[in-house]
């Protein structure tokens, strides 16, 4: 019988990758090139449509991407949230700009300009439902979750399985606390965790259906309740911008950031191992546990070292990304 291999779309994606020294030099030189033609103003809006790119975007149109479509997140009085000293980069922190700029949010875009394609989505009002083995399943709206937890500012390192890195101060509170509210019964072994789905706010969600929407993702309880485990409702001492995964995110520095699911609507207790985006779309590339391990291969990228967004300085991968002391315990050799 004959045997046909069907290239996903996000194979293809993947294969297709621009090498990051190409992709820079491009835009390096895109960069020169309108600045040269921007001395006059006439020309550098004819340049922009003649070379059928934009200009370059500057901090605030970054940063204040898809606002202008959407309520402020409210809660600003608390953040700055108290910074937690236990927590240091061991390495120069990444500009909000550079965090802002170079990001992944598939609902939106496969490209990494996710801040372009944010305007529709509406991160208030929002509710995260906690529900499944629990004996207090509870719904929590953005105020319950910026004024009955304890928020803390943590500068934690970051790690894409696409080899970029970036260190940022996440504000936000730890899973476990949530978990302790809602008291987990003895037989949840799992926690689920799922993204909104609402295709009219996410181009990439509306138009491919080859992916398994909504975007999921899944810890054992005991990384659950590990003391690293964050629920990120701000980044650089303010709420979410919308590219990071407004208003609540996980974070989990000692894993890949695919694990790191953006945009909360529901945690789920469970009994057996839930499944996850990423190890259903691609199960060959994208396990479960996916911790930080230079010695585990993936067939799109060698893990061996990593570059940090906007320097591109080049680290060797650490082991849990460092994180060895806090998580190093959860997996037995
Ligand atoms: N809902 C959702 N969460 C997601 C993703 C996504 O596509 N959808 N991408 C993940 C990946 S691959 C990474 S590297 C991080 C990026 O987080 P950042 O944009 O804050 O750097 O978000 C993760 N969380
Ligand atoms: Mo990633």
């Known amino acids: 019988m004959m045997q046909y291999h069907i290239r996903r779309p996000w194979q293809l994606h993947e294969s297709r990758h621009?090498?990051?020294?190409?992709?820079?030099?491009?835009?390096?030189?895109?960069?020169?090139?309108?600045?040269?033609?921007?001395?006059?103003?006439?020309?550098?809006?004819?340049?922009?449509?003649?070379?059928?790119?934009?200009?370059?975007?500057?901090?605030?149109?970054i940063l204040s991407a898809g606002s202008e479509t959407t309520a402020p997140l409210p809660g600003a009085e608390h953040f700055p949230a108290p910074r937690n000293p236990m927590f240091e980069y061991g390495r120069e922190?990444?500009?909000?700009?550079d965090a802002a700029e170079y990001s992944n949010f598939y609902e939106f875009t496969t490209s990494k300009?996710?801040?372009?394609?944010?305007?529709?989505?509406?991160?208030?009002?929002?509710?995260?439902?906690?529900?499944?083995?629990?004996?207090?399943?509870?719904?929590?709206?953005?105020?319950?979750?910026?004024?009955?937890?304890?928020l803390e500012e943590r500068d934690y390192r970051f790690r894409c399985v696409e080899t970029w890195a970036m260190c940022v101060p996440w504000t936000g509170f730890t899973l476990r606390e949530l978990l302790q509210?809602?008291?987990?019964?003895?037989?949840?072994n799992y926690v689920a965790f799922e993204t909104f789905d609402r295709p009219e706010e996410a181009p990439t969600r509306r138009k491919s259906t080859?992916?398994?929407?909504?975007?999921?993702?899944?810890?054992?309880?005991?990384e659950a309740r590990n003391e690293l485990t964050?629920?990120?409702?701000?980044?650089?001492?303010?709420?979410?911008?919308?590219?990071?995964?407004?208003?609540?995110?996980?974070?989990?520095?000692?894993?890949?950031?695919?694990?790191?699911?953006?945009?909360?609507?529901?945690i789920t207790l469970t009994k057996e191992r839930p499944p996850t985006f990423w190890n259903e779309a691609w199960p060959?590339?994208?396990?479960?546990?996916?911790?930080?391990?230079?010695?585990?291969?993936?067939?799109?990228?060698?893990?061996?070292s990593e570059w940090m967004l906007g320097t591109r300085e080049r680290h060797e991968t650490v082991r849990f990304n460092g994180y060895g002391e806090f998580v190093g315990h959860l997996y037995p050799a």
Do not use: M
Request: hydrophobic content about 35%; charged content about 25%; aromatic content about 12%.
């Open 230 to 266: 964050l629920l990120a409702t701000g980044v650089f001492g303010q709420p979410l911008p919308k590219q990071h995964g407004a208003p609540v995110r996980l974070v989990l520095p000692w894993k890949y950031g695919f694990k790191s699911i953006k945009s909360i609507v529901r």
């Open 284 to 304: 060959d590339a994208y396990g479960f546990i996916a911790n930080v391990e230079p010695d585990i291969p993936h067939p799109s990228w060698p893990q061996t």
């Open 113 to 150: 300009e996710v801040w372009r394609y944010i305007g529709d989505f509406q991160p208030v009002p929002w509710a995260v439902t906690v529900d499944g083995l629990c004996r207090n399943p509870q719904t929590f709206d953005l105020d319950d979750l910026y004024r009955n937890f304890t």
């Open 93 to 97: 922190e990444t500009s909000r700009r």
């Open 210 to 222: 080859e992916f398994p929407w909504p975007y999921r993702e899944g810890l054992s309880l005991e």
């Open 181 to 188: 509210k809602v008291d987990p019964l003895p037989d949840a």
């Open 18 to 61: 621009t090498p990051e020294s190409v992709w820079n030099n491009r835009r390096q030189h895109r960069r020169e090139f309108l600045q040269s033609v921007g001395r006059s103003a006439a020309a550098a809006g004819l340049a922009g449509s003649l070379i059928g790119c934009r200009e370059p975007a500057t901090e605030e149109e």
